[in-house]
């Protein structure tokens, strides 16, 4: 092997034994997190400062109006941000934005998809950043830590009426116990290594040669560190984890995928921890892990090899990609972020070769359960698990259990809405994008690639991934809107079919595992739920996949 | 459904909403202002440097506060044309290094235009360095992600050392030192590639005087 390739295999061997030493105590702490009843002496001021009641238990419905409640109120905030940006101190002379991409923006932080038709350095102010997106990335993965929570109650818990936690209680947990020490720490490594944190304008300078360039300031590294460790993806500059400001050096570049992977790849732990046994928690991660490591490897193959036309002229596929991280690097991360609903970027995914880009479309199509975003991974997989339990039942002839919960029809009927509610929003408004005129001006390069650019893009918004095959120009009124539907059904039809489902499981009384019980916890059960995942969106998206990317790797 | 129902659960959203809005306050203030802030002081006071963007002089030295004699930041590239200079990769942002415009070309793997650019561009390369054109690595014919790379990869660093010495009168041995000196290994020897900064290389040959920063030659190389 070359020295690239060893290299390339030993940043993952740094990476994984990274995540394996936190694994036991950060999936502990989660968990007490989220079942101790104790609260924290600043915890009781915020309670009372903001007038709720943290020891209600909530049934689903109401937990789920919660949900909806503070999502809605997120998105009118933000886009009264976005409108009035011109009257806001730090707007650095930006104007506000206008109302369809006020929406979209609006829509997509508050989702955790941090989709982003504007160019950080050209459209935002300091202040729309700090107290609009950055908000967003902490409480937009507080509200997806808490749904996957709420899920893993309802299969701990037994015969209750379908109560389910308090929203506000495991919200502000997940900020104050989790999402806010963490990022503050992690901002302070990264704006040592190099990452800007200053509140100065964009000023001009001369160049050693003589030409104009601009310094950039910013926050940067405060709202760095909660973009990843919240899988929220949404740059302060165009560029994203690409821009050096972002992500200066490959150190920062480790540890950026490192905070994207590190909650998503612990739930399963806190899982296993709170349902009684945490050989369950073990298999969903080795499910997460290994469709990851597949990805990994496939997508890292490709761009090493360099097929296609372009890399093939230049030697290696390095259009799009940065020096310092180099192919490997560019590969690990941007296998990370697809597979955990980031978004980020430290590579442009449009550039990539033919099948790396299509694995990388592939991963968001799997539903980002690979391993998700924060706290949306692990419900995802769950769904899939019951899938899979349901599927082994169905040959076997017995009811379906899992974790001691009958999988009855209404059960079946919740889960099958899920899986098929995202398919259903990315066909319609990619088939939408590719008839209507002002979806076709958007595309960039005709041929198989143009269709792969609109059915990334609404994977993307529909996953609430936020990556994008930046090739499309969808800074228009059309995509703006559409894909901030998109968007907001794919956050929020998924996340009441999951507390529904959460709550007909609470109100459900576990039942002991007989003779006949599928063991959910063994290798079988593993590779089961791995091609039940496979399976489904093969089924769903193998038509559209072959005009696209894998048209384009034959040709 | 029943009309109570309806209005009781309307009446039950609007009481969610509302504590929703008090809980959204609450987090804008302690996470949209304490917490960027908290950060912003305790960088300015640990590492101004780092936290202001690693800006340099043109001597190469540090300085932590913008100012007139600020000629970049050492994270950022910037173009460099004359041929006394180490040249950057080229760059998508803009008309190429424009920190307001950050980006890649975004041009697919397949894109006839994209190849023309490449062959166009090895071409001058090699006619420009006098290398072979098999001889130019591939970060000199490909635009970055951000358009803002800093570096390029000693092989490009390598070819360019002969012109670089004749245009400044230098030795290559002198030039190909500093190249040296420039490059930096993987981060703990496995994460990342090598690379060269090519700002913080152009400023360390300007100090040697061989030429200034208008191109013509200066005192040292005559």
Do not use: C
Request: glycine share 12%; net charge negative.
């Amino acid at each position: 092997m070359t020295t690239q390739t060893w290299a390339a295999v030993a940043q993952v061997l740094v990476l994984v034994a990274a995540l394996a030493a936190v694994h036991v105590p950060l999936g502990a702490y989660l968990a007490r997190v989220y079942t101790t009843p104790n609260h924290l002496p600043v915890e009781r001021a915020w309670y009372r400062a903001v007038r709720v009641d943290p020891d209600a238990e909530q049934r689903w419905n109401v937990y789920l109006l919660s949900v909806l409640g503070f999502s809605l109120m997120s998105v009118l905030f933000l886009y009264a941000l976005g409108r009035l940006q011109a009257y806001l101190p730090w707007n650095l002379g930006f104007t506000g934005l206008d109302p369809a991409g006020a929406w979209n923006t609006a829509v997509s932080f508050a989702t955790n998809t941090d989709w982003q038709w504007y160019s950080g350095e050209a459209a935002t102010g300091h202040l729309l950043q700090m107290a609009g997106f950055a908000v967003q990335n902490f409480v937009s993965a507080s509200v997806g830590l808490a749904v996957a929570i709420a899920l893993v109650r309802g299969f701990a818990r037994s015969g209750t009426d379908a109560r389910i936690g308090n929203f506000w209680t495991d919200l502000t947990r997940g900020v104050t116990r989790i999402l806010l020490p963490f990022s503050f720490v992690a901002a302070l490594v990264l704006v040592a290594s190099g990452v800007i944190q200053n509140l100065d304008p964009h000023t001009a300078i001369s160049t050693v040669e003589g030409a104009t360039q601009h310094l950039l300031g910013g926050p940067v590294a405060s709202q760095e560190a909660i973009k990843d460790l919240g899988t929220n993806g949404g740059g302060f500059f165009n560029a994203n984890s690409a821009h050096p400001f972002e992500n200066p050096t490959p150190f920062t570049d480790l540890f950026e995928i490192f905070l994207l992977l590190v909650i998503p790849f612990t739930l399963p732990r806190t899982f296993g921890i709170m349902v009684g046994d945490r050989r369950q928690g073990w298999a969903i991660l080795g499910v997460m892990a290994s469709l990851w490591a597949a990805a990994l490897v496939l997508t890292t193959w490709a761009e090493l090899a360099g097929p296609g036309a372009a890399p093939q002229a230049a030697g290696a596929a390095m259009e799009g990609k940065e020096t310092r991280f180099g192919l490997a690097a560019s590969a690990l991360f941007a296998v990370s972020t697809t597979a955990t609903s980031t978004g980020s970027v430290n590579s442009m995914h449009d550039s990539f070769t033919a099948p790396g880009g299509g694995v990388l479309l592939f991963n968001i199509l799997l539903g980002e359960v690979a391993p998700g975003g924060v706290g949306a991974g692990l419900y995802g997989m769950l769904v899939l698990a019951v899938v899979a339990v349901f599927v082994a039942g169905l040959m076997v002839g017995r009811t379906p259990e899992y974790l001691g919960k009958k999988i009855g029809q209404r059960e079946m009927t919740l889960v099958a809405l899920y899986v098929l509610t995202t398919p259903a929003i990315v066909l319609v408004g990619t088939g939408l994008s590719v008839v209507l005129s002002p979806g076709i001006a958007g595309i960039q390069e005709a041929g198989p690639h143009g269709l792969t650019e609109v059915l990334y893009a609404f994977a993307s918004a529909g996953n609430n991934n936020g990556s994008a095959f930046a090739g499309l120009t969808t800074g228009t009124p059309y995509y703006d809107t559409l894909l901030g539907v998109a968007m907001l059904l794919g956050r929020f039809v998924p996340i009441a079919l999951v507390l529904a489902l959460a709550g007909r499981l609470a109100s459900q009384t576990s039942v002991p595992p007989s003779a006949g019980t599928l063991p959910t916890h063994q290798p079988l059960f593993v590779g089961l739920v791995a091609a039940v995942a496979l399976v489904v969106v093969g089924l769903t998206f193998i038509p559209v996949l072959s005009l696209g990317p894998v048209v384009e790797s034959l040709s | 459904m029943s009309t109570t129902t309806v209005a009781g659960d309307l009446a039950s959203f609007t009481r969610q909403a509302l504590a929703g809005l008090r809980m959204l306050l609450a987090f804008t203030l302690v996470l949209g202002l304490g917490y960027p802030l908290v950060v912003t002081g305790i960088s300015q006071l640990a590492v101004p440097w780092q936290a202001n963007g690693s800006l340099v002089r043109a001597d190469g030295s540090h300085v932590d506060r913008r100012g007139g004699d600020v000629v970049g930041s050492a994270l950022i590239g910037q173009g460099f044309e004359g041929e006394q200079w180490f040249h950057p990769r080229p760059s998508a942002a803009g008309e190429g290094y424009d920190t307001l415009s950050s980006g890649g070309s975004n041009l697919g793997p397949l894109n006839p235009g994209l190849v023309t650019a490449i062959d166009e561009r090895r071409a001058a390369v090699a006619a420009e360095d006098g290398v072979d054109p098999a001889d130019v690595p591939a970060d000199a014919l490909t635009a970055s992600a951000s358009g803002l790379d800093p570096h390029i990869s000693p092989q490009y660093a390598a070819i360019q050392v002969a012109r670089v010495a004749q245009a400044r009168g230098l030795s290559d041995d002198v030039v190909a030192g500093l190249v040296a000196e420039h490059t930096a290994g993987r981060d703990l020897g496995v994460l990342g590639e090598p690379r060269v900064n090519v700002l913080e290389l152009n400023l360390a040959l300007a100090a040697l005087g061989g030429a200034d920063a208008d191109g013509t030659q200066g005192s040292a190389a005559d």
